[in-house]
């Protein structure tokens, strides 16, 4: 997985077993195994070209052809690290869910793109590659995203109680499940991804380690209120968003200019935390997963708006926050080997559930 945060590539190497008697308190039976964690910076041009490839510019398509195989090299070494660390050989993994980068997501218009080269990585890691997840969903008037709540539905839901999942990467997403079986979810908004742009325009950091820095500002109403006023957030689900609208420039947009800079941060924090106090409201508990669990600052401002609703990480289900997106693209890769449509039209507004994911089988 590499998400939108553009922070690095996470793998995962996770065993699925189905258990035939649900556990009376669980209404799945899914049960994860997580083998080994393991992931990579994105640095250096690479990032900066993936980057450059989230706006319009010139040569793109070489550029974009060039940086997907670079970032799949990148992948093809955390996924021989997985397998070296569990002493495994490829032919005993059964797929590979691989997400690219997203540098367009424009379901209004027929279109999203994940940046990857999975050809290569099949033929550079021997095994068989699931990639291009979200074509599927859109080619059947999908949003295409989020993908991950069908997986938090397999995993997390449980009879008689409304969660909450919350995952804080770039953009945030968030998962409704009812306690009835019933699955709902949509993107928030920003989750990361302005915290990230503006903590690394003032202090120079890719992000505000543990949200120390933001910690010391104070919210700014007048532009909290600018924000909130953005009309995506008052759409009704489904939505979906990324970097297309959510960018500096869509900040810029919102300042005046004489803006303390750590009180537009503190600000920034206030704005995720107030979309996703927002998008739990009814739960009787809330789970975050993604890097933003890290984040003390956005924790605390989401603990205070939703108690007395309980808000904790995912770690109290049994899956730690750090690898919940990259378990979710192993299901889904899972779901397509099967056969297994796992596209969720109450979520995406999709006219169907379509199989989600292409296959590129491994060298034989
Ligand atoms: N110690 C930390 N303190 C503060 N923020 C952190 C910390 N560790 C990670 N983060 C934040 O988490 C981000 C990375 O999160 P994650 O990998 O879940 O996002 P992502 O790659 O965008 O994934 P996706 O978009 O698929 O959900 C970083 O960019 C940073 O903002
Ligand atoms: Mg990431």
Redesign the pocket.
């Known amino acids: 997985?590499?998400?939108?945060?553009l922070?690095g590539v996470?793998g995962l190497l996770v065993e699925f077993t189905d258990r035939s008697q649900p556990e009376p308190l669980s209404a799945s039976p899914l049960q994860l195994h997580a083998i080994g964690f393991s992931s990579r910076h994105l640095v250096g041009t690479l990032r900066e070209q993936l980057f450059a490839l989230q706006t319009p510019g010139p040569d793109e398509l070489s550029r974009a052809a060039l940086a997907a195989i670079q970032l799949t090299d990148l992948y093809a070494e955390v996924v021989a690290e997985l397998i070296a660390t569990a002493g495994l050989q490829p032919q005993d993994i059964q797929g590979l869910g691989a997400h690219g980068q997203t540098v367009r997501h424009r379901p209004e218009l027929g279109y999203t793109l994940q940046l990857l080269a999975p050809a290569r990585l099949a033929e550079q890691s021997g095994i068989d590659v699931v990639a291009d997840f979200r074509s599927a969903d859109v080619a059947a008037g999908g949003q295409g995203a989020p993908l991950v709540p069908a997986f938090h539905a397999a995993l997390f839901d449980a009879p008689g109680r409304a969660r909450a999942i919350v995952?804080l990467?770039?953009?945030g997403n968030v998962t409704r499940l009812d306690g009835l079986g019933g699955v709902s979810g949509h993107d928030t908004g920003p989750g990361?991804l302005l915290?990230?742009a503006w903590c690394h325009r003032h202090t120079g950091a890719v992000?505000?380690?543990?949200?120390a820095w933001g910690m010391q500002g104070t919210v700014i109403p007048d532009l909290l209120a600018r924000s909130l006023a953005e009309p995506w957030f008052s759409l009704p689900a489904p939505r979906s968003t990324g970097r297309d609208l959510f960018g500096l420039r869509w900040l810029e947009d919102r300042l005046n200019g004489h803006e303390n800079p750590v009180d537009v941060q503190a600000t920034l924090v206030a704005l995720t935390a107030e979309t996703v106090h927002r998008a739990c409201l009814g739960a009787d508990s809330v789970y975050v997963c993604?890097?933003?669990a890290?984040?003390s600052a956005l924790m605390r401002a989401i603990r205070s708006l939703c108690a007395p609703t309980p808000v904790s990480t995912t770690d109290a289900l049994g899956l730690p926050a750090h690898a919940v997106?990259a378990a979710a693209f192993a299901w889904l890769a899972r779901e397509r080997m099967t056969q297994r449509a796992a596209g969720r039209p109450t979520v995406t507004g999709a006219r169907g559930a379509r199989i989600l994911g292409a296959v590129w089988p491994a060298p034989l």
């Open positions: 997985m590499s998400g939108t945060s922070d996470d995952n990467g770039g953009i990361n915290l990230d992000f505000d380690e543990d949200g993604g890097g933003g890290r984040n997106e």
